[in-house]
Each structure stands twice: as structure tokens, then as C-alpha cells.
Nanobody
Framework: QVQLVESGGGLVQAGDSLTLSCAAS????????MGWFRQRPGKEREFVAA???????TIYADSVKGRFTISRNNAKLVYLQMNSLKPEDTAVYYC????????????????WGQGTQVTVSS
């Protein structure tokens, strides 16, 4: 069983940067593909970014490509660096862990965190 706890959310202004963290415990961290998702007000949850088990490959949603960066380290932490934030990035951001090696926007994930709120004011 893997537990995921997100942190780093908050209220920022458009154009600002913010880094989200996801701390994993339980399980073998290195065997999981890690992803970030978000749920904007009134919308369904959507894929944001994912990183493979070694950290050597990343993928992003078109809406965040070039602005967001996902990374991971051996201390069971996954980060989402968010730059040039826009009001439409306002959402609850979730960290997720998935077994196996597949990295794609549509793959299923086995474990989810509780989410952290990011609000971007204009």
C-alpha cells in the first residue's frame, strides 16, 4: 500500500511560480510511474504530467507543456514545478502512483493523494 501526501499549494498571482511536492510512503517507490492530475472547478479530473520509474522520461498535457516540469528523486518525492501560472491553472492538484512501466496520459493509477489547492488570481 502506498500513501501519497501533496503539499505546496496556495494562492498566487498570474505569472508567478509554485512548486508542488508529493511525498510517498509504503511500497517500493522506484517501481511506480508517478503522475500529477488536476481538477478545475466544475470540470473532471485531467492529466497534467507523468514521469517514468527512472525519471528519464516525462510527458505533459499540451496546456502545461513548456511551463510545468515534473521530477522525482530517491527520497520518495515527486515535484511539479509550475511557472508562468495562469488563472485557468486554478485547481486541486493530485499526485498518483501507478504500477508497471506504461507512461501515458490515459493509463490507470493505483494510488492517489488527497490533493492540494492551487489558486491563481488575475
Amino acid at each position: 500500500q502506498v500513501q501519497l501526501v501533496e503539499s505546496g499549494g496556495g494562492l498566487v498571482q498570474a505569472g508567478d511560480s509554485l512548486t508542488l511536492s508529493c511525498a510517498a510512503s509504503g511500497g517500493t517507490f522506484s517501481t511506480y510511474v508517478m503522475g500529477w492530475f488536476r481538477q478545475r472547478p466544475g470540470k473532471e479530473r485531467e492529466f497534467v504530467a507523468a514521469i517514468n520509474r527512472s525519471g528519464g522520461r516525462t510527458i505533459y498535457a499540451d496546456s502545461v507543456k513548456g511551463r510545468f516540469t515534473i521530477s522525482r528523486n530517491n527520497a520518495k518525492l515527486v515535484y511539479l514545478q509550475m511557472n508562468s501560472l495562469k488563472p485557468e491553472d486554478t485547481a486541486v492538484y493530485y499526485c498518483a502512483a501507478g504500477s508497471g512501466i506504461t507512461i501515458s496520459p490515459s493509463r490507470a493509477y493505483d494510488y492517489w493523494g488527497q490533493g492540494t489547492q492551487v489558486t491563481v488570481s488575475s
